[in-house]
């Protein structure tokens, strides 16, 4: 995968324990039960900073989104630790320039840290992106990845990160309670998902990873989420046990263990998550040593795609809507832990139309027309596959046909517009309702629309 890194390290240090962002709100609801079928109940786009905010990580959705996350390290004395901030930011919510044959854009990062009222580091930092093709600038991944390591004694503190691009007025940021953990003798790390991993063997040295702050495996693409952990103490190797549960579901989705191997200094190692048995949505990993009580989590994201935003397992399957029926999506939104994974196995099993490719092509497809919909329909407010075109186009794809049998000019209500698919049979009417685009569905085509729903998902 080819990330732009920018890279800014201060001093060393490690440690163990988690950051709490301060009171978000709650993720979005709106799930459609299994016979909810009223033509004008959709399920609600989740919140995807909500989600990370409450799930650990650092998240902002203001002029320039950003999603982060703090990890910890023990250092060379175990009286300091190592934290590593790691920051992402998309192509797309930077404001790039011509530079001769390529593009640029700069955006400025700021970190304050105080404990008890008292500033402790401040840290301000000018980063430059260039990209070769113009394409690049639009990139919705992962696509710009900032790193700072500072060292820090054990203790509770108050951070303030802010990003802003150098183009915008406003940044984006985000206040957490962060507890910096003491290391000891038979303590872990914390486990970080990443791109490039080198395991660590001294303590006096810098953590060398690049780590994943979405800690997100997309569905269809990866087949591994890769983590990389430490350990301290005595002895030739240290047994750790990992487990991965999947939120809204009652017990281990996936687990098993890794043996650390000794690196003069401390246990280091990697170890990776099958995605495939996971199934999809939020998901939380946990590490302790072998027969150990004290657990350390991180979250963990599968999505379909890095255009749909990460959302809870439940959420997930409300997109489904129009892909299967919603019998087969109430059972599943029904199970918990191992079944849960095994429905969903299933279902993946059962729907691929070419089960001797990796990818299923089915529900890439359908996804693609999710993307596409929330591309060219959109109206105010309402992203553009919960639109009634959108809902649409998901469902039965583009029309073989579209036009508008009045010339209603741009600004007046009433305008029509009909979409006819020759397959089913089928004429669809719309009526732009303000006349600036809110098209909307007539009664008699949402009742046809619902039907041929119905006897696909069926059939």
Not at 36 to 60: E, F, K, N, T, W
């Amino acid at each position: 995968m080819s990330l732009l890194r920018h890279f800014r390290a201060l001093a060393l240090g490690l440690s163990v324990v988690a950051c709490a962002s301060r009171p978000a709100p709650p993720p979005s609801a709106g799930a459609i039960g299994p016979n909810a079928s009223s033509p004008r109940r959709a399920p609600v786009q989740p919140d995807a900073v909500s989600l990370y905010r409450r799930m650990g990580l650092l998240a902002d959705a203001g002029d320039t989104p950003f999603v982060g996350s703090l990890a910890f390290f023990a250092g060379p004395r175990f009286d300091s630790a190592t934290v590593v901030l790691t920051v992402s930011l998309a192509n797309r919510f930077l404001r790039f320039v011509r530079e001769g044959d390529r593009f640029r854009a700069t955006y400025h990062v700021n970190l304050e840290i105080r404990r008890g009222g008292d500033l402790v580091r401040e840290i301000r930092a000018a980063e430059t992106v260039r990209v070769l093709a113009f394409r690049e600038t639009t990139r919705e991944d992962e696509s710009v990845l900032f790193r700072q390591l500072l060292n820090l004694a054990p203790g509770t503190y108050e951070f303030r990160l802010t990003v802003r691009d150098e183009a915008a007025a406003k940044g984006s940021a985000v206040e957490a309670t962060v507890g910096v953990p003491r290391f000891g003798i038979g303590s872990l790390s914390s486990p970080v998902a990443y791109y490039e991993a080198t395991p660590r063997a001294q303590l006096d040295s810098t953590p060398r990873f690049l780590a994943s702050p979405r800690s997100t495996a997309i569905f269809g693409r990866d087949s591994l989420l890769q983590f990389y952990v430490e350990a301290y103490g005595e002895g030739a190797e240290f047994p750790v046990a990992i487990t991965v549960e999947s939120e809204g579901s009652e017990g281990v989705v996936w687990s098993d263990t890794v043996s650390l191997p000794r690196r003069r200094d401390l246990f280091s190692g990697t170890f990776g998550v099958p995605v495939g048995q996971l199934g999809v949505g939020v998901m939380t990993l946990g590490v302790a040593r072998l027969g150990g009580q004290d657990t350390l989590r991180v979250p963990l994201f599968v999505a379909f795609g890095e255009d749909l935003p990460v959302a809870s397992f439940p959420e997930m399957l409300d997109y489904l809507r129009y892909f299967a029926t919603p019998e087969r999506l109430q059972k599943m939104r029904e199970a918990k832990g191992e079944q849960r994974a095994a429905l969903w196995a299933a279902f993946l099993r059962e729907t691929d139309p070419v089960p001797q490719t990796p990818q299923h092509e089915a529900l890439l497809q359908y996804f693609a027309r999710i993307a596409q919909a929330n591309a060219r329909y959109r109206e105010e407010g309402i992203p553009g596959w919960l639109t009634d075109r959108g809902r649409v186009a998901v469902a039965l794809g583009e029309p073989d046909q579209r036009y508008e049998p009045s010339f209603a000019e741009v600004g007046q209500r009433g305008r029509t517009q009909i979409w006819e698919y020759r397959q089913h049979r089928l004429q669809l009417v719309f009526v732009d309702q303000t006349g600036f685009g809110r098209w909307r569905l007539t009664l008699a085509s949402e009742a046809d629309f619902e039907s041929v729903v119905r006897r696909l998902l069926v059939g």
